[in-house]
């Protein structure tokens, strides 16, 4: 019996933008065995997703199938009937996507959709699809795994949504998982517990997977053989070990050596009055406590990195500043003056000076406006801005973050790669003139190439206006390329800050050092080498079940 479990020959997908036709996947093939994890690296646009979600020969809206094969375990997908992929998909072959928020149903409990599969295809009844998912649940590291399938979707955090996502594509045990970027939206220390999750059940179920994501270092992890990808066409493909240490094409080699932003350090200024100061702030949500006495400033064209856990309130600090989340104690001050605590009491001006750029330009920009509308809001609401005078502004802004007037100011954000989204959600934050910006996550859904891209464009705009920007952020590569000062949180309080030279050199407090550690390296031992000797030394993985 052949070992052989997916292969695609010759496959050509294309995709409409107004009304012609351009081809996205270019005669690709691609064989995949049982129980093989096959990484799909690239940048934005190279094709990943597309030829990932072609395994069960799904095409996005927008897009189609022009020619090729996709053989399936003896099934060539391409001449099914839709009932018969219906009865495949989710079944034998499961998807877990990148954005865990944007996929689940709000209306629903997380139980409820993850039992849906089983039971519709009768592969369990409802009673065994509910035991199952609590197993899962705990071998996903979920915090109380028989109780938390009972929350809906805005009940629990980003990172546990998508452990709740791979539960899920493991309920009828497939033969094939399609993993896209399954790991973007968690903390490093989350991010060694999901993966090496996700590659025991692999491996004890004997399931093939294609692991599509934008890090290297992650795959390097994962996959036993690598596909470099761009503009749909197959760069380089060998075994991750070879293609780690030796890769041969110039273009592979450019997405190793990416990251080389480094953001020139400068003199802070050191005014009586910061920017922000959020001054001994305790702040929850119920009862509870999620921030516990926080003490931190940022200073005029400076940029504070906030980093931690998922759960350790780098989150609800940014919500406490902008208002809408009231502090039980302590304060917000902003150039000296204590801001009101609640958004609703703010005048405009208290507002417009503080914006945010979010995580997820996907679920962040409404689909049904267009990018004048998006991008003019902020300069009606915020500066009367009206007619000829707005309409140059919004272009003016445009040019700012370097995308064409005449490509994007009429194009839906759906017209637009991850990487322009973000780059929107940046001139849509910049229209209202702040003095300070939020920026959260503001690079983890994007590919490396990217992101470099949007923090090279966020380090120019803030010395050309002078901008105090907090930066939440789990990419401590990111960390290291943008900050000047560093606030490490756990658990609510604060347990080291300073300049990233002084936080980032030795001695480290014990939790910086863990999340030091916890950031993979180019190397497909690592993740072997760290559980064996955080093992060996009784190390702790993680701190936070959140």
């Not at 270092?217 to 293609?243: F, K, N, P, S």
Request: charged share 25%.
């Amino acid at each position: 019996m052949t070992n052989r479990l997916l292969e695609i020959r010759n496959l050509e997908i294309d995709g409409e933008s107004d009304e012609v036709w351009h081809e996205i996947i270019k005669g690709l093939d691609l064989n995949l065995d049982r129980g093989e994890v096959l990484g799909l690296i690239g940048e934005s646009g190279a094709g990943k997703s597309t030829l990932g979600l072609a395994a069960m020969n799904f095409v996005r809206p927008g897009c189609r199938i022009r020619g090729g094969t996709i053989h399936f375990d003896g099934q060539e997908l391409t001449e099914q009937s839709e009932t018969t992929l219906r009865k495949l998909r989710g079944v034998r072959i499961a998807y877990v996507a990148q954005s865990a928020a944007a996929s689940f149903n709000p209306a629903h409990q997380l139980i409820d959709q993850f039992s849906e599969i089983p039971v519709v295809h009768n592969v369990k009844n409802r009673q065994e699809a509910e035991a199952d998912a609590k197993d899962l649940y705990r071998r996903v590291l979920l915090p109380d795994p028989e109780g938390i399938g009972y929350r809906y979707p805005h009940q629990v955090s980003g990172g546990q949504l998508q452990r709740a996502m791979t539960a899920m594509a493991l309920s009828c045990r497939p033969d094939l998982i399609i993993f896209d970027e399954p790991t973007t939206a968690l903390d490093v220390t989350t991010q060694i517990e999901v993966l090496t999750t996700i590659r025991d059940i692999v491996r004890e179920f004997n399931t093939a997977a294609i692991y599509i994501s934008h890090d290297l270092a992650v795959v390097a992890q994962m996959a036993d053989r690598i596909m470099v990808l761009r503009y749909g066409e197959l760069v380089e493909e060998a075994t991750t070990r070879d293609m780690m240490s030796n890769p041969k094409m110039d273009y592979t080699k450019s997405l190793w050596a990416v990251r080389s932003f480094k953001k020139e350090t400068e003199t802070v200024g050191t005014e009586i009055n910061p920017v922000v100061k959020i001054d001994n702030v305790t702040a929850g949500y119920g009862q509870e406590d999620i921030l516990k006495n926080v003490t931190f400033e940022i200073h005029r064209g400076q940029t504070v990195a906030i980093v931690g856990e998922s759960g350790s309130g780098k989150s609800t600090a940014a919500r406490v500043i902008t208002g809408l989340l009231p502090p039980r104690l302590g304060n917000i001050q902003f150039n000296g003056e204590v801001l009101p605590k609640s958004f609703k009491a703010r005048n405009k001006d208290q507002l417009r000076h503080v914006q945010m750029i979010y995580q997820m330009a996907d679920t962040a920009l409404n689909p049904r406006q267009r990018i004048r509308n998006i991008i003019g809001r902020p300069l009606s609401f915020y500066l009367n801005l009206r007619g000829q005078q707005k309409e140059e502004r919004i272009r003016e802004l445009l040019s700012l973050i370097e995308l064409e007037p005449d490509l994007y100011i009429d194009r839906y954000p759906d017209e637009l790669s991850g990487g322009q989204k973000q780059r929107v959600s940046i001139a849509r934050a910049l229209a209202a003139e702040p003095e300070f910006i939020i920026c959260d996550e503001v690079t983890s859904a994007l590919d490396q190439l990217v992101a470099e891209g949007i923090l090279r464009l966020l380090d120019r705009l803030q010395r050309e206006f002078n901008l105090a920007y907090m930066f939440i952020t789990h990419d401590l590569a990111t960390v290291k390329a943008i900050a000047d000062n560093v606030v490490v949180m756990l658990q609510g309080e604060i347990v080291e800050q300073g300049p990233k030279t002084d936080v980032f050199s030795p001695p480290h407090h014990e939790y910086t050092e863990l999340l030091l550690s916890s950031v993979p390296e180019m190397d497909p031992d690592w993740l072997n080498e760290l559980i064996a000797h955080r093992e060996k030394h009784g190390v702790m993985t993680s701190t936070s079940t959140s």
